[in-house]
């Protein structure tokens, strides 16, 4: 491991119990800066009432921490929308968003869009699917943004069970993500959880960024920002246990070749084949094969956006 990443171990990865509850209110009382929640759902209708409920409740009734909760709903088929707007989020549509550019399928796509429907100075996002939510991964990954002015970004690290298993969730990380960042970004070696969905920015930063549009942008995020602003700039906090929805291992094999496409893209911009992913699958005649694209395309810093500049102006 680098000198760089075992400082950066020591003094910028800590635990959410690092920052009570009242010091984190009071630093957002001096510093003034509002706190946006955004959750990018679809077809979550199961867990992302809860989620939503419990945030409202503990960090915008209970205290004031969070300004306003938005589920960006990329085109559910269920009642994801009713549900998170009856537990008190504001809901906006993926296609409300920014009507000009038509949207495409993916997380990132998601996440590029709500810069535009959100307007706190620090963006916390929290993936829809979590099970046993507590908001302690709200505080956790807003606390450092507002206590410490050196970080600009903070990702939440966790356990990952997968079934009875203690920390076997999470294979993508450890099987593509992991060994691409130790490989060519060895300054984010020390993220555990590089791929996690729930990490809060600034604005500021964000807006500087571009999105891949799908299941590249956390890892897209992460390295976009090292060179940005920098590793001190980056941190982590430890908030305990997820537990979410597992998907099955060819799903699992698509998100793990958007995120080699996206690690490619930033390797060597230039020429490179539009790939695609020929998996198979058994059907009435042996084994079928299907084949799906894993371009990612990738959405323009926000900051670049016409629409969000008049914003900012008016």
Same mark, same amino acid.
């Given at each position: 491991? $680098?000198?760089?990443?075992?400082?950066?171990? *020591?003094?910028?990865?800590? /635990?959410?119990? +690092?920052? @009570?509850?009242?010091?984190?209110?009071?630093?957002?009382?001096?510093?003034?800066?509002?706190? *946006?929640?955004?959750?990018?759902? $679809?077809?979550?209708?199961?867990?992302?009432?809860?989620?939503?409920?419990?945030?409202?409740?503990?960090?915008? =009734?209970?205290?004031?921490?969070?300004?306003?909760?938005?589920?960006? +709903? *990329?085109?559910?088929?269920?009642?994801?929308?009713?549900?998170?707007?009856?537990?008190?989020?504001?809901?906006?549509?993926?296609?409300?968003? $920014?009507?000009?550019?038509?949207?495409?399928?993916?997380?990132?796509?998601?996440?590029?869009?709500?810069?535009?429907?959100? /307007?706190?100075?620090?963006?916390?996002?929290?993936?829809?699917?979590?099970?046993?939510?507590? /908001?302690?991964?709200?505080?956790?990954?807003?606390? @450092?943004?507002?206590?410490?002015?050196?970080? +600009?970004?903070?990702?939440?690290?966790? +356990?990952?069970?997968?079934?009875?298993?203690?920390?076997?969730?999470?294979?993508?990380?450890?099987?593509?993500?992991?060994?691409?960042?130790?490989?060519?970004?060895?300054?984010?070696?020390?993220?555990?959880?590089?791929?996690?969905?729930?990490?809060?920015?600034?604005? /500021?930063?964000?807006?500087?960024?571009?999105?891949?549009?799908?299941?590249?942008?956390?890892?897209?995020?992460?390295?976009?920002?090292?060179?940005?602003?920098?590793?001190?700039?980056?941190?982590?906090?430890?908030?305990?246990?997820?537990?979410?929805?597992?998907?099955?291992? =060819?799903?699992?094999?698509?998100?793990?070749?958007?995120?080699?496409?996206?690690?490619?893209?930033?390797?060597?911009?230039?020429?490179?084949?539009?790939? *695609?992913?020929?998996?198979?699958?058994?059907?009435?005649?042996?084994?079928?094969?299907?084949?799906?694209?894993?371009?990612?395309?990738?959405?323009?810093?926000?900051?670049?956006?016409?629409?969000? =500049?008049?914003?900012?102006?008016?």
């Amino acid at each position: 491991m $680098l000198k760089d990443v075992e400082r950066w171990l *020591s003094t910028r990865s800590w /635990s959410v119990t +690092d920052r @009570p509850l009242h010091k984190i209110l009071a630093a957002k009382h001096r510093t003034g800066q509002s706190v *946006s929640v955004v959750l990018p759902a $679809l077809n979550e209708e199961e867990t992302v009432g809860e989620i939503v409920a419990i945030i409202r409740h503990d960090l915008m =009734q209970q205290v004031p921490l969070v300004d306003e909760i938005v589920v960006v +709903d *990329s085109g559910s088929t269920d009642r994801t929308s009713e549900v998170a707007a009856a537990a008190g989020a504001r809901v906006v549509h993926r296609d409300d968003i $920014l009507p000009r550019i038509p949207a495409v399928p993916g997380k990132g796509e998601v996440l590029w869009r709500s810069l535009l429907v959100t /307007s706190g100075d620090i963006v916390c996002f929290i993936d829809a699917d979590l099970k046993e939510f507590s /908001s302690d991964f709200v505080t956790g990954i807003v606390g @450092p943004l507002l206590t410490e002015p050196g970080v +600009d970004l903070v990702k939440a690290m966790y +356990d990952r069970p997968l079934g009875g298993a203690a920390g076997q969730g999470g294979r993508v990380t450890e099987l593509m993500a992991r060994p691409l960042l130790n490989m060519h970004w060895p300054q984010l070696a020390g993220f555990v959880q590089p791929l996690g969905g729930e990490y809060a920015a600034r604005r /500021s930063l964000l807006e500087q960024l571009p999105f891949p549009v799908g299941y590249g942008v956390e890892l897209g995020m992460l390295v976009d920002a090292l060179h940005l602003v920098g590793l001190d700039a980056l941190a982590q906090v430890d908030v305990g246990v997820r537990k979410h929805r597992h998907q099955d291992g =060819q799903a699992l094999g698509r998100m793990a070749a958007q995120i080699y496409r996206t690690a490619q893209l930033r390797l060597a911009r230039g020429h490179l084949i539009r790939p *695609s992913l020929t998996q198979f699958e058994r059907g009435p005649d042996g084994f079928e094969p299907r084949t799906y694209s894993v371009d990612t395309e990738e959405r323009p810093p926000m900051a670049d956006i016409t629409e969000y =500049q008049s914003r900012k102006v008016a």
